[in-house]
């Protein structure tokens, strides 16, 4: 008894009860600033007011995170918890954070909150001259008036909901990532004095280079104070930085990649890490978002590397109706290839996140053939998509299919591949590949997408017993027109 309590309180505080190191962060957010009704884009207050916390824990604990990322004040500047300083969202049915916190550390794992730091909409309608407005875009000058109000808002919610720490969001001036210069507000001007220790020289005479100087302090400044309150309020929490920019001038080689405790790269490319582990600091954890840009996060390829690399594991996504994505059994029923965008990244997830294989494996039949078929197939990339029995969509010529078989009876097969190509849009190079052995074909109309035609695709010996992959792979020797590919079958 005393064991499974202590390795429940390790995975609470982030270390893996093995090793007795960290963890690997698995971490997931159903993202409660999109929906319908705001003026901007954004989720309008009260909207998902009526989420259960113990649905979303559920749907959580499901997927195999170790992390809930939820939130403290979205975007809409309205709060998820209850009696603090910052008005909670209209008609909120639950004390929704608390609970979520609650419920998360009964089963092992951690909250986070969220603060979008240089937008929030409620903020902006209530001070405009502190604000560009409310456009769905970084809008905020770090004022002090603006910093006094955020630090408040993180120890408040510290302190009320019991949180592990929290995502910012967001911590730009207006205009770092869009390369719009500054309109130096009245505000911005005074930030001007209190930042560069002169006098404004006027709106026509700022340099670019201090410009970029008074953007780069602002956000230093920003930062200090977000770390200041956080750690008054909680010194264990942890500050969890997204960023889509990790190369935007303002915060290369700044203080907050080099302070921050968890640091992240929501944008698609996990290559950038590598530029990050030169410029976060010592204790700083990476982490790389895989769910949440729709088909462009291919969740498939990025986890592959991410034992090998040791960098956690993020997703977000837009509620469903109900306020929750899919069902979690619904992920894990279908293959992976049957999802598309968004849902096929966290088809990944529900396979990752629990130490699973990611791959389908095919059975040999007991008369020795072997069956292809789209359901059992394992995509490599985004486009292609199975649906109505067979493999289509697949725009992407970097992408290809393949499947792994289990191989009872070896020996030598012919292969047969069965597709479609639409009047127009035959001759396609693609490759079937097995072992060492490669096939080439071109690919044949065959009237529509929809009147499929079988031809043969050579032999293949299949040898030892064990397993084998089969893939279908585009060939750059002509422009990929695609196929609808309905099966392909291995007869002894």
Request: with cysteine.
């Amino acid at each position: 008894m005393m064991l499974a309590i202590a390795m429940l309180a390790a995975l609470a505080c982030g270390a893996d009860p093995d090793s007795g190191g960290p963890s690997p962060i698995r971490a997931f957010c159903i993202d409660f600033n999109w929906g319908p009704g705001g003026i901007n884009g954004f989720a309008g207050p009260g909207v998902w007011a009526d989420a259960s916390p113990e649905a979303h824990v559920a749907w959580y604990e499901g997927l195999g995170c170790n992390v809930i990322q939820s939130f403290a004040v979205s975007c809409n500047g309205y709060a998820w918890y209850k009696g603090g300083i910052v008005p909670p969202q209209p008609g909120l049915r639950h004390d929704f954070l608390t609970e979520v916190v609650r419920l998360a550390h009964a089963r092992g794992m951690r909250a986070m909150g969220y603060f979008c730091v240089g937008a929030n909409t409620r903020w902006g309608l209530a001070h405009p001259e502190l604000s560009y407005g409310t456009p769905s875009a970084p809008h905020i000058p770090f004022t002090r008036e603006y910093l006094d109000f955020l630090a408040s808002s993180i120890e408040d919610a510290l302190r009320r909901s019991g949180m592990d720490g929290f995502m910012i969001d967001w911590v730009w001036n207006p205009g770092d990532t869009s390369n719009e210069p500054l309109r130096w507000l009245a505000c911005e001007q005074e930030m001007y004095r209190e930042l560069l220790g002169e006098k404004f020289p006027g709106k026509d005479a700022v340099t670019r280079e201090r410009e970029l100087a008074f953007r780069r302090k602002a956000i230093d400044r920003c930062w200090d104070r977000i770390r200041a309150a956080a750690k008054k309020a909680k010194p264990d929490c942890v500050i969890w930085l997204s960023s889509s920019h990790v190369d935007c001038p303002t915060v290369i080689d700044s203080k907050i990649f080099r302070e921050v405790d968890w640091l992240m790269n929501e944008a698609t490319d996990p290559a950038v890490l590598a530029s990050l582990e030169r410029m976060k600091g010592e204790r700083t954890r990476l982490l790389q978002c895989v769910v949440g840009w729709g088909d462009q996060h291919d969740a498939r390829r990025i986890v592959a590397g991410a034992a090998e690399r040791r960098f956690g594991i993020y997703g977000f996504a837009k509620p469903g109706t109900d306020s929750l994505p899919l069902a979690i059994e619904t992920y894990r029923s279908r293959s992976i290839a049957s999802f598309q965008g968004n849902d096929r990244n966290i088809a990944v997830l529900a396979r990752f996140f629990r130490g699973e294989s990611l791959d389908i494996v095919t059975p040999q039949a007991p008369d020795g053939r072997i069956a292809l078929l789209p359901e059992t197939a394992n995509p490599d990339g985004t486009s292609p998509v199975v649906m109505e029995g067979q493999i289509g969509h697949w725009g992407n010529p970097k992408d290809s299919v393949s499947w792994t078989i289990d191989v009872k009876t070896p020996g030598s097969f012919e292969i047969e591949i069965e597709y479609a190509v639409e009047k127009g849009f035959g001759g396609s190079t693609f490759e079937v590949r097995t072992g060492g052995k490669v096939f080439e074909m071109v690919s044949v109309e065959t009237g529509s997408w929809r009147i499929y035609r079988t031809f043969p695709g050579g032999r293949i010996e299949l040898r030892p017993a064990g397993k084998h992959t089969i893939a279908v792979v585009p060939s750059a020797k002509t422009p990929w027109k695609a196929i609808r590919l309905k099966a392909i079958r291995l007869r002894p």
